[in-house]
């Protein structure tokens, strides 16, 4: 995670203590001062989402996103630039989620249009390789992917944080452990526990 993109702890702290005194503007400045780590979690958070990337970019997710964290800030106190950023990542997880469940179900397009794949008596070998790159995911893939989501977004705040950092933005546990002022060991331990967690609540089947 480049340090060059982390907002001003002082000048998102300052942000903090006006929107605690009643200030709501203060939120316009602290999007502004999140902007680019708010669209590098969006862009490493829609790689885990093989059912939105089809349909969605980096971009889109992040404007969404923003506009939660707007919302969000001025309907819950956050006291800490730690606590803005796990703010900001759990409402891209909710409009990852959001799009997800769009995008598996019935009426959604990936169900309704069959892009890229050839009439019924096609083979696969007949594709070229783009086509087959670009074929939408099985409905049954579409689901898990959007169960195992949602298992994640269902545990409890501090194994949900690991999750993210581990998961979603491929931090190591040193780096974590430093982050969260805990023992590598007990970062081991959380990412250990919230693996079973979700493992359970999918049955032990995780999607492909």
């Not at 993109?5 to 999140?34: F, H, M, N, W, Y």
């Not at 680019?36 to 990337?53: C, D, G, I, Q, T």
Request: with cysteine; proline share 6%; net charge negative.
């Amino acid at each position: 995670m480049p340090p060059t993109v982390e907002p001003d702890p002082s000048k998102l702290t300052s942000c903090l203590q006006r929107l605690a005194a009643g200030d709501l503007s203060a939120r316009d400045t602290i999007i502004e001062l999140c902007a680019e780590r708010l669209r590098l979690l969006a862009h490493r958070m829609l790689s885990r989402f093989p059912n939105v990337r089809r349909w969605e970019d980096t971009d889109d997710v992040f404007q969404s996103a923003a506009m939660r964290l707007h919302r969000a800030l001025g309907q819950m106190a956050t006291d800490s630039p730690r606590s803005v950023m796990a703010l900001a990542a759990t409402q891209i997880h909710r409009e990852l989620i959001d799009l997800a469940r769009r995008h598996a179900g019935p009426s959604s397009f990936a169900a309704n249009h069959a892009t890229n794949f050839g009439d019924s008596g096609d083979s696969s070998s007949d594709l070229p390789p783009h086509a087959l790159a670009d074929a939408p995911e099985p409905l049954d893939s579409l689901d898990r992917w959007t169960q195992f989501h949602d298992a994640i977004a269902a545990l409890p705040a501090e194994l949900r944080e690991i999750f993210h950092l581990v998961w979603y933005l491929n931090a190591d546990q040193k780096t974590i452990a430093g982050l969260l002022g805990c023992s590598e060991r007990t970062v081991k331990s959380r990412w250990r526990e919230a693996r079973e967690a979700v493992r359970a609540a999918l049955d032990g089947h995780a999607p492909e």
